[in-house]
């Protein structure tokens, strides 16, 4: 069984939690260093990416989860899980860091304000349509040929990535966990 860590400072950990055990998942959620301990993989959720990179910091596991990612670790992010794993933050706070292990630039809310939300479907390689939840999410705007776009959206402005990943790090501009289908969750735990 895969030990799956949620990182639980800010943001939808709940659901999060209950799509990876749905899909098989031991899950542990994650508030402190001890539990970076023994994980195969770890899920950053959607919420506010200033207010979890600032618990990150304040918590102490930011150096701690870094050094975890570059021994292997495999993540996914969601939403502001991705903008915490991006290269580059557009429209970040002056003081925004990232842990810079996706090829990317990422416009924060880059799909319009929390009024601006909708659900559409996305169509994921090897997947098939799946919902696609987007709530202030983060538009991809520049990516490199290394990273693999597992699903594009067309919000009117050409197609962006929208489920990405490089090797183990994944990342997502929408909400699986918001939703019943449970795919991209199965497919992200099958590889660890
Ligand atoms: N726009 C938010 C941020 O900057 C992310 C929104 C979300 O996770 N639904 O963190």
């Avoid at 800010?10 to 301990?37: F, K, Y």
């Avoid at 860091?97 to 996706?102: A, E, G, H, I, M």
């Avoid at 597992?150 to 490089?166: K, N, W, Y």
Wanted: one cysteine or more; hydrophobic letters at 40%.
């Amino acid at each position: 069984m895969a030990r799956v860590g949620v990182l639980a400072l800010q943001g939808d950990v709940c659901e999060h939690t209950s799509m990876l055990e749905r899909v098989g998942a031991e899950v542990v959620a994650v508030r402190d260093v001890e539990q970076l301990d023994t994980l195969d993989g770890l899920v950053m959720p959607g919420g506010e990416s200033t207010t979890i990179a600032y618990l990150l910091t304040t918590s102490g596991i930011r150096p701690i989860l870094e050094k975890k990612i570059d021994d292997g670790l495999s993540v996914l992010g969601t939403c502001a899980g991705l903008i915490l794993l991006a290269h580059e933050i557009l429209d970040g706070r002056s003081d925004q860091w990232s842990f810079d292990v996706l090829p990317l630039s990422v416009r924060r809310n880059g799909y319009g304000r929390q009024i601006s939300s909708f659900e559409t479907v996305v169509e994921v390689k090897g997947v098939g349509e799946v919902p696609g939840v987007f709530i202030r999410a983060p538009k991809i705007e520049t990516w490199s040929d290394d990273l693999e776009v597992l699903a594009f959206h067309d919000h009117g402005d050409g197609e962006h990535p929208v489920l990405v990943r490089r090797e183990r790090i994944w990342g997502c501009s929408f909400h699986p966990e918001l939703t019943n289908d449970d795919r991209i969750h199965r497919l992200f735990v099958d590889a660890l």
